[in-house]
């Protein structure tokens, strides 16, 4: 086979599928070059939605983050302050109890040695 063939079957080829599809095409070359030029607009303004769109969710992901950080550290603020009311006001009672328990120990052994 001879280059030369190759080549004007390829020609041929490449001629008849362009000839096939200006026919069949459903607009006309202007018709079809403004409406990829109007869908092209329309992608990049989806696009563009888009991106806005994200970056308004990204905003609000970092205040909530912001937000929860201050809550959660306020939060163990306030549990440590709790735990330390507990203890300085359970003491006196742990103390009283402990006199308590003394006491009826010193009784126990009192009562042992009569």
């Not at 079957?9 to 001629?15: D, R, S």
């Not at 599928?17 to 202007?30: D, Q």
């Not at 709790?82 to 009672?93: A, L, W």
Request: no cysteine.
């Amino acid at each position: 086979m001879k280059l030369k063939n190759v080549t004007a079957g390829f020609l041929v080829g490449v001629t008849g599928g362009v000839l096939i599809a200006v026919l069949n095409a459903p607009k006309s070359g202007k018709d079809l070059t403004q409406s990829l030029k109007s869908g092209s607009g329309s992608i990049k303004s989806q696009i563009s939605q888009i991106k806005t769109e994200a970056d308004e969710v990204k905003s609000s992901f970092l205040k909530t983050k912001h937000e929860s950080q201050e809550v959660f550290s306020n939060l163990g603020d306030e549990i440590k302050t709790m735990i330390s009311n507990f203890q300085s006001d359970m003491k006196p009672n742990i103390e009283n109890i402990q006199e308590h328990v003394d006491n009826l120990q010193n009784r126990g052994e009192e009562l042992t040695k009569k």
